[in-house]
């Protein structure tokens, strides 16, 4: 029987998130520049073969493939008004394949629209698209919500309160992604990581920290920069290195070993939850899992 996800934070020990959900669509048949959450509506075994490659793996929190699904995002694709459909046959996928065998995670990343006075779509607009993207996946049932792949502080906190707008008991998780500069780390739209843990903080995530980037080792100096300054379980979920294209084909350096070794730096410092972006798989979380047993033994 699982914790509340809640209780399990407070345990001792490192929780395994999964890897990449794109990296592995890619695989399957999604091509570059398709609509990655279409494979929802047309493909939905593909999402449960994934979810339970990476609970073998290891893994204790498992991703729905929601990253793009709110409605200004799936708007291009034609599809926004199938937000509802979308975001439940997701959560429903995972929860086929994972049962009560880890957590369930509905991801939810940005709009794809640059908020006033940058852009031309209004915080409201971009509050009640969340909304109802929240609205669905809360319906389903999930563990928690991760707010992810945010560069804007703005709306990155938009989408944690639009998820507790709709269940304010729900665990809700927020990362961003950071570039290293020589003033330090900064998000594209210029937030700094004390920043990041004041506005996330006050908007409600009980989980914070980053995702995607450039890499585990710059992953490292970001974890600690968040651990100096929060006081809230910190998540890293770092891509597989700064990848080469050729052929529309990504093609990530940094193998399942190296991500291994180099997270256990991660632990060491205290981040709470370890996991995987962009070209991670099952195999990395494989190894993440081996090096997580070998420091605990």
């Known amino acids: 029987m699982m914790l509340p996800l809640r209780e399990r934070l407070k345990q001792p ?32 075994e593909v999402l449960e073969e994934i979810a339970t490659l990476y609970l073998a793996a290891g893994a204790e929190i498992i991703e729905t493939n929601t990253f793009g699904g709110s409605p200004l995002k799936l708007q291009p694709y034609g599809l926004d008004g ?16 994972i049962d009560d065998k880890a957590y369930l995670s509905a991801s939810l990343g940005p709009s794809g629209r640059m908020l006033e006075p940058y ?18 996946i809360i319906s389903e049932g999930v563990d928690m ?23 304010p008991s729900i665990p809700v998780c927020a990362t ?24 996330l903080t006050e908007a409600g995530a009980e989980i914070i920290g980053s995702n995607c980037g450039s890499g585990i080792e710059k ?7 968040f651990l100096a300054k929060a006081n809230l379980p910190i998540i890293i979920q770092s891509n597989a290195g700064i990848p080469t294209v050729r052929d529309d ?18 632990m060491k410092l205290g981040v709470k939850i370890i996991g995987g972006c962009c070209g991670t798989t099952p195999e990395h979380i494989a190894a993440l899992k081996r090096a997580v047993e070998s420091l605990r033994s």
């Open 119 to 136: 852009g031309d779509t209004s915080e409201e607009l971009v509050f009640e698209s969340f909304q109802r993207q929240a609205k669905a």
């Open 82 to 97: 199938e937000t509802e459909e979308i975001n439940r046959r997701a959560v429903a996928a995972v929860r086929r394949s």
């Open 249 to 266: 084909i990504a093609t990530y350096p940094d193998s399942p070993e190296f991500m291994a070794d180099r997270s256990i730096a991660l």
């Open 219 to 225: 992953m490292i100096g970001i974890a600690k920069a």
């Open 176 to 199: 961003m992604t950071f570039d290293q500069t020589p003033g330090g780390f900064f998000t594209l739209m210029g937030t700094s990581i004390d920043h990041a843990v004041k506005g």
């Open 13 to 44: 020990g490192i929780i395994i998130g999964d890897g990449a959900m794109g990296t592995m669509l890619l695989r399957r048949g999604l091509k570059t520049g398709e609509c990655p959450e279409r494979m929802t509506l047309e493909r939905p």
């Open 145 to 167: 919500v991760c707010v992810e792949t945010m560069t804007d502080l703005t709306e990155a906190t938009l989408a944690v309160k639009a998820v507790k707008s709709i269940s």
